[in-house]
Every structure is written in structure tokens, then in C-alpha cells.
């Protein structure tokens, strides 16, 4: 429904409940049933079992992904000065000196 609303609010359709309504005619006519309340689409592996790797080629884990995002909330909070840098550090376990290292890097980036 949000990227429904994104494509009307961007002109996409000329009215949002016509563009609900195309969409829920198209899902049924394609897949044979509604998306009511109960029911939960297939997920992409099921869909297409080929196209989507057993395993991240990088090897990435959905937890190094949470991890990066973390620490780039905390390097904004401490560059907007709501956190300071040994609160920063003890978010990030890290030392107050490896603190400064790091706050370097971000800095010559």
C-alpha cells in the first residue's frame, strides 16, 4: 500500500483508490486470489528458487548489515553532538582512544 501511495503521490495514477483497485484486479487476475488480511504472498526463494543466492557471495550476514547501520546512526548522533564520543564508544564498545581513531577516519572521508 505505501508504494501504492508513492506512485500517486508522484502522478502515476489519477486517483488512489482507482490505482488500489487496478492493483487488486491485476494481483487476483495473475495469482487466482486476494491479498486479504490472512493471507501472506510467497516470498521471492519460493517464486524463484534460482535467482536468489543460498548464500550472500561476500559472505554478509543480515546481522553485518545491522551492525553497519548501527554505527552509522551513532557517527551522525555524535557529528549533530546528541551523544558524546565516550557514550558513542561505550555503545560501540570501543575505548575512548579507539574512539578518537575512528572519529579521525570519519573525518578525513
Do not use: C
Not at 486470489?33 to 501472506?40: I, M, S, V
Not at 546481522?63 to 546512526?73: I, P, Q
Not at 548522533?77 to 582512544?97: C, D, F, H, P, V
Amino acid at each position: 500500500m505505501t508504494i501504492l501511495y508513492r506512485l500517486f503521490q508522484i502522478e502515476e495514477a489519477s486517483s488512489y483508490s482507482d490505482l488500489i483497485i487496478r492493483f487488486r484486479q491485476d494481483y487476483f487476475d495473475s495469482y487466482g486470489h486476494d491479498l486479504k488480511r490472512y493471507f501472506e504472498p510467497n516470498s521471492l526463494r519460493a517464486e524463484f528458487p534460482d535467482s536468489v543466492a543460498e548464500e550472500d557471495p561476500h559472505g554478509l550476514d543480515f546481522s553485518d548489515l545491522m551492525e553497519e547501520r548501527f554505527a552509522r546512526f551513532l557517527r551522525e548522533a555524535y557529528e549533530r553532538e546528541i551523544i558524546s564520543m565516550s557514550r558513542a564508544g561505550e555503545m560501540l564498545n570501543q575505548s575512548i582512544m579507539e574512539m578518537r581513531a575512528l572519529v579521525r577516519t570519519w573525518k578525513e572521508l
